[in-house]
């Protein structure tokens, strides 16, 4: 069963960092591409960044140059840095396969706010 944990989200300052990570499990993770996906209140859910199984990346362009997606496939972890935050990065974060699945996680709350 394909199960999606996320974490590390919280309430940051604008100009401030988080590092979020997904421990997955259930599938064969190093033979997938991930995604992270966030969804702000009243919005459709987006995607923000994509890593391929052999670690080619892939950005929108509202967190090119101030996020990254990194791998750690011994861990079955996908993680998103997030630095230089700002107030419209405010959202749910979820993590899941590029294209997605139909198993969502729980999501993780980040909030960007002075």
């Known amino acids: 069963q394909v199960q999606l944990v996320e974490s590390g989200g919280g309430l940051v300052q604008p100009g401030g960092s988080l590092r979020l990570s997904c421990a997955a499990s259930g599938f064969t993770f190093s033979r997938y591409a991930m995604g992270w996906y966030r969804q702000a209140p009243g919005k459709q859910r987006e995607l923000v960044a994509r890593?391929?199984?052999?670690?080619?990346?892939n950005y929108d362009d509202s967190v090119k140059g101030r996020f990254t997606i990194p791998r750690d496939n011994a861990k079955n972890t996908v993680y998103l840095q997030m630095n230089s935050l700002k107030p419209e990065d405010t959202a749910v974060y979820y993590c899941?396969?590029?294209?997605?699945?139909?198993?969502w996680g729980q999501g993780t709350q980040v909030t960007v706010s002075s």
């Open positions: 899941n396969g590029y294209p997605p699945t139909p198993y």
């Open positions: 890593i391929t199984s052999g670690g080619t990346t």
